[in-house]
Every structure is written in structure tokens, then in C-alpha cells.
């Protein structure tokens, strides 16, 4: 398997525009996580879904984020409108279903600049 | 609730040193416990893992024991590389659900 795909790496946007981050997960995982990174903050969990349905998004900052996952091969995270306090590397990553020791696999991340 | 608590960093090593980097957790069960390692311009990749009191997990020369007396599970590396320069994470997944909680993360810097 590739691992967890994330696109784009990049991007870089002026404030006030909408931004798409997408995520494939490895075929057969159950569970797909969106984390946030920053210096300040570290490692954010923001939202994750099991089987395509979303168990916790209580780390979503505010109503301009919100995220999908329409099957179970492909998910988004969406900012709109985005301000530049949003940059940060965005991480996907997935995980099969839970059992003592389940790890989680991460992607590249998108690094978003909002200018 | 669950939280994991890891040393703050910076840290500098000479190539050949011996690398410690304290976590602690709180959990109210028994979690599982991992180090994820990041490097430069990449994603977390799992670097060792433990799933009960008294395991060790250990990969590429780096050991973690998973100690419930003391709640902690440093990471440890007889003699550091500078190939192991990246950033260190401990991270707990609870057991009561499909949950990852990290620290802040470490970042480890070795020069020849």
C-alpha cells in the first residue's frame, strides 16, 4: 500500500479564500483522523470518523472548519473563509480497528500559508 | 482526563551520546503507549510502541518500557546518530476507544 496520501503538500492562499484538504487512507482502515500542527500549539487532534461517520469533532477550532468523508477512501478538510492564523501543517492519518496496541499512520501533511 | 506530558526540548547531542527523553501519562485504564518520530519536512512514523505494564518496545536502537508504577515511558538510546536528528513524540491511546492523545513533542539535534 502507498500509505496515507495527502494532497496538495502545499498551499498557499490569501485570506478570506476556501481551501480543500484531501486525504486517502490506507485501504482497509476503520478509523481516519485529521490532526493540526503548529509551534505553538503542537499536535492538535481536530476531528476523526469511524467507518465514514464522524465520532469527534470537538477539536475543530471554529464553524469556518469543517471536514467529510464521503466513503471510504476519501476525505476532506475545508476552511472557509481562511485567515492566516490557519497556517499550520495539516496531518490525515488512519488506523485499522481498535484493538490494544493499534497504531496510527500518518501522511505527509499539507502545509497551508494564508497570507 | 488521558494527557501525555514529555520533555520540553531543544535538545543538542553529540554524535555517540546517550539520549534519554522523559513522558509521563495520565490515563484512567490501561493505555497503549507509543514514540512517533518526525523527520524534517515529513509525516510521524511509528517508532516503537507498548501495550502493558512492564513491555518494552524498542526498534533501531531506541528502548521504551512502559512503567505503571511510576506512569512514564522514556525513550532512551545508548549512542545517538546524527541520523536520529527529528523530532520525538510520546503518544497514549487510551484503550477505551480509537483515541491518540501526543505531547508537544522533542526535538533532538545531534552533531558530529
Known amino acids: 500500500d502507498a500509505g496515507v496520501i495527502q494532497s496538495p503538500r502545499h498551499e498557499v492562499t490569501e485570506m478570506g479564500q476556501e481551501v480543500t484538504l484531501r486525504c486517502k487512507p490506507i485501504?482497509?482502515?476503520?478509523?481516519l483522523f485529521w490532526y493540526r500542527q503548529t509551534m505553538m500549539r503542537g499536535l492538535e487532534l481536530l476531528i476523526y470518523f469511524n467507518n465514514n461517520v464522524p465520532i469527534d469533532d470537538s477539536g475543530m477550532p471554529e464553524d469556518r472548519f469543517s471536514a467529510k468523508m464521503p466513503n471510504a477512501s476519501f476525505s476532506t478538510l475545508k476552511i472557509q473563509p481562511s485567515e492566516p492564523r490557519d497556517s499550520a501543517v495539516y496531518f490525515c492519518a488512519s488506523s485499522f480497528i481498535w484493538r490494544a496496541g493499534t497504531e496510527a499512520f500518518f501522511g505527509q501533511g499539507t502545509r497551508l500559508t494564508v497570507v | 482526563g488521558d494527557s501525555v506530558t514529555q520533555m520540553e526540548g531543544p535538545v543538542t547531542l553529540s554524535e555517540e551520546a546517550f539520549l534519554t527523553i522523559n513522558c509521563t501519562y495520565t490515563?484512567?485504564?490501561?493505555?497503549?503507549l507509543f514514540w512517533y518520530v518526525q523527520y524534517p519536512g515529513e509525516g510521524l512514523q511509528l517508532l516503537l510502541k507498548a501495550t502493558k505494564a512492564d513491555d518494552k518496545g524498542s526498534n533501531k536502537g531506541f528502548e521504551a518500557t512502559y512503567r505503571k508504577e511510576t506512569t512514564s515511558f522514556h525513550l532512551e538510546k545508548g549512542s545517538v546518530q546524527v541520523s536520529d536528528s527529528a523530532v520525538y513524540f510520546c503518544?497514549?491511546?487510551?484503550?477505551?476507544?480509537?483515541?491518540?492523545?501526543f505531547g508537544t513533542g522533542t526535538s533532538l539535534t545531534v552533531i558530529p
Open positions: 485501504s482497509g482502515h476503520d478509523y
Open positions: 490515563a484512567t485504564g490501561y493505555p497503549s
Open positions: 503518544a497514549l491511546n487510551p484503550n477505551t476507544g480509537n483515541q491518540f492523545y
